[in-house]
């Protein structure tokens, strides 16, 4: 099984919303990853999560809390967010963290109003 | 200059054309990513390598190291082939991302 899932695929929140999106592997990956990508840009890394701990924050604002009950779940909490964070929602896993290939999930589509 | 670039931004070529796409970059690697995003969103390995040249059906993968400059060749192109091809970085443990090729192939 080499796929990654994320569920929703779609989601509306209004600002003052609370929300959570999953990511699933079941590949045995230790290192899992959360991107954000606008329209028409690459994929920007949020977070990464190295056997269950956070090893990687690149300066995400506190309204996104992530979140990783186990090795095979990923979790990103999201609360109080911005217009501006509305966008396609990624996941990723790897055997480690480091020049190992990327397994993305379809994203989840974020649009806040 | 971005750390990551490739070439062209949008390549348009009828079906079965040999389409090249470029990446170069400017940093130390420990190897180097392309990717296929399909519209909708939904991002897939394609390859990683670290040194020569990688094969998956009409998909080639060429770098050079020396040279910091790795091509993405696609053969007897199909129109179901179109998507954005990206090319990422591996530099200090991240990944540096180019901005992405949009490929279309025409019927």
């Known amino acids: 099984d080499t796929e990654v899932t994320q569920t929703p695929k779609h989601l509306v929140m209004g600002m003052t919303n609370k929300k959570s999106l999953k990511c699933e592997q079941h590949?045995?990956?230790?290192?899992m990853y959360w991107y954000k990508q606008k329209a028409k840009k690459p994929p920007e890394l949020m977070f990464v999560?190295?056997?269950?701990?956070?090893?990687i924050n690149e300066s995400v604002p506190s309204r996104f809390s992530p979140e990783c009950p186990n090795s095979s779940l990923l979790n990103l909490h999201l609360h109080a967010l911005q217009p501006e964070d509305s966008a396609l929602y990624l996941c990723?896993?790897?055997?480690?963290?480091?020049?190992?290939?990327?397994?993305f999930g379809p994203g989840t589509r974020l649009t806040v109003t | 200059k971005n750390e990551v670039e490739q070439s062209p931004q949008n390549l348009t070529a009828q079906e079965g054309e040999f389409i090249t796409i470029n990446c170069s970059y400017s940093?130390?690697?420990?190897?180097l990513h392309w990717l296929q995003q399909h519209p909708g969103g939904g991002i897939v390995s394609l390859f990683m390598?670290?040194?020569?040249?990688k094969k998956h059906g009409r998909l080639i993968a060429t770098i050079n190291i020396q040279e910091k400059h790795s091509s993405l060749h696609i053969t007897a192109s199909h129109p179901r082939d179109s998507a954005v091809y990206i090319c990422?970085?591996?530099?200090?443990?991240?990944?540096?991302w180019g901005a992405g090729t949009k490929l279309i192939i025409k019927p």
């Open positions: 990723a896993s790897s055997p480690f963290t480091g020049p190992y290939e990327q397994y």
């Open positions: 990422a970085a591996f530099s200090n443990y991240q990944l540096i």
């Open positions: 390598l670290s040194s020569g040249k």
């Open positions: 940093v130390g690697i420990s190897a």
């Open positions: 590949m045995g990956h230790r290192a």
């Open positions: 999560y190295s056997y269950e701990k956070l090893s």
